[in-house]
């Protein structure tokens, strides 16, 4: 929930195109089936996305500077392509508490969007200590210890190697996460077009 109705809990993004994500979700159902007990919190399809910085509550107000440093951190970029590839949990399979998909290809353009992105927004959310590690999260682990999560684990395991699809990145999103009626609702504030001058579109 936002902190009060003249701010928005945001945070910037990438999302993969619809057809990628349609097969995510198709794994994505055959591995629910093995979580019996409802040991994991999965993500919403629509909702599988690539955070490049959560910014937290951000004021009404602040919008129009968000806006132009995500102008300026985005303008020297140009199309890259990346491919969502692999299963991972973090911080280890051991204990897993976040299921992803892994995204591989052109990771230096992502990392250095990222940390012009970072860069650009020094007062908004925090600065993160860990390592960059580019991923779209499947779901939440509730119980590490529950048979249900440990059969997804090892599901996953097995299937270490599976392959999705790639995408040419060409934009990125400033996200409003609205927890109102107790589960995320994600709307688009605006997104940025990678193109020479760019490209801002407001929603």
């Given at each position: 929930?936002?902190?009060?109705?003249?701010?928005?809990?945001?945070?910037?993004?990438?999302?993969?195109?619809?057809?990628?994500?349609?097969?995510?979700?198709?794994?994505?159902?055959?591995?629910?089936?093995?979580?019996?007990?409802?040991?994991?919190?999965?993500?919403?399809?629509?909702?599988?996305?690539?955070?490049?910085?959560?910014?937290?509550?951000?004021?009404?107000?602040?919008?129009?500077?968000v806006?132009?440093?995500?102008?300026?951190?985005?303008?020297?970029?140009?199309?890259?392509?990346?491919?969502?590839?692999?299963?991972?949990?973090?911080?280890?399979?051991?204990?897993?508490?976040?299921?992803?998909?892994?995204?591989?290809?052109?990771?230096?353009?992502?990392?250095?969007?990222?940390?012009?992105?970072?860069?650009?927004?020094?007062?908004?959310?925090?600065?993160?200590?860990?390592?960059?590690?580019?991923?779209?999260?499947?779901?939440?682990?509730?119980?590490?210890?529950?048979?249900?999560?440990?059969?997804?684990v090892?599901?996953?395991?097995?299937?270490?190697?599976?392959?999705?699809?790639?995408?040419?990145?060409?934009?990125?999103?400033?996200?409003q996460?609205?927890?109102?009626?107790?589960?995320?609702?994600?709307?688009?504030?605006?997104?940025?077009?990678?193109?020479?001058?760019?490209?801002?579109?407001?929603?």
């Amino acid at each position: 929930m936002t902190a009060n109705q003249n701010s928005v809990r945001a945070f910037v993004a990438i999302f993969p195109p619809a057809e990628l994500v349609e097969k995510i979700a198709t794994a994505q159902d055959e591995l629910k089936v093995r979580d019996d007990n409802g040991a994991v919190r999965w993500t919403r399809p629509t909702q599988i996305h690539l955070t490049l910085k959560f910014l937290g509550d951000v004021s009404s107000a602040s919008l129009p500077e968000v806006e132009r440093a995500l102008d300026g951190a985005c303008r020297t970029i140009i199309p890259f392509r990346l491919e969502a590839a692999g299963f991972g949990t973090f911080p280890d399979i051991r204990k897993p508490r976040v299921l992803w998909v892994g995204l591989e290809g052109d990771l230096e353009s992502l990392q250095k969007l990222a940390t012009q992105i970072s860069s650009a927004l020094p007062m908004f959310g925090r600065q993160e200590e860990q390592k960059f590690h580019p991923h779209l999260t499947l779901g939440r682990v509730r119980d590490a210890s529950d048979v249900s999560s440990r059969n997804v684990v090892a599901a996953m395991a097995n299937r270490s190697r599976e392959r999705f699809g790639e995408w040419e990145v060409s934009e990125v999103h400033l996200m409003q996460s609205d927890l109102s009626r107790g589960a995320a609702e994600y709307r688009r504030v605006f997104s940025f077009t990678f193109q020479t001058g760019g490209d801002m579109r407001r929603f």
